[in-house]
């Protein structure tokens, strides 16, 4: 699984985005949809795709595409 681009995903699917405007430099600030709301359904999304938990004080913390893919990833290994 292409882990950027399955973010990429949920993160458009969630914000009514097309996937194309979601890029790896993506934050929460270059997209006004990506509103507080939208950021914890994007975070169970991936948590569920993912199969993974994030802290709760990590949540707030994941305000870009950067950082969540590298989250992801660093539970991956």
Not at 7 to 17: P, S, V
């Amino acid at each position: 699984m292409d882990t950027f681009k399955e973010i990429q995903r949920i993160i458009a699917a969630n914000l009514g985005a097309p996937a194309a405007s979601i890029q790896p430099g993506s934050q929460t600030s270059d997209l006004p949809e990506w509103d507080s709301l939208r950021h914890l359904l994007i975070v169970m999304d991936i948590e569920e795709t993912f199969g993974l938990k994030f802290a709760l004080e990590e949540i707030g913390g994941l305000d870009s595409v950067e950082k969540i893919q590298k989250a992801v990833e660093k539970r991956a290994v």
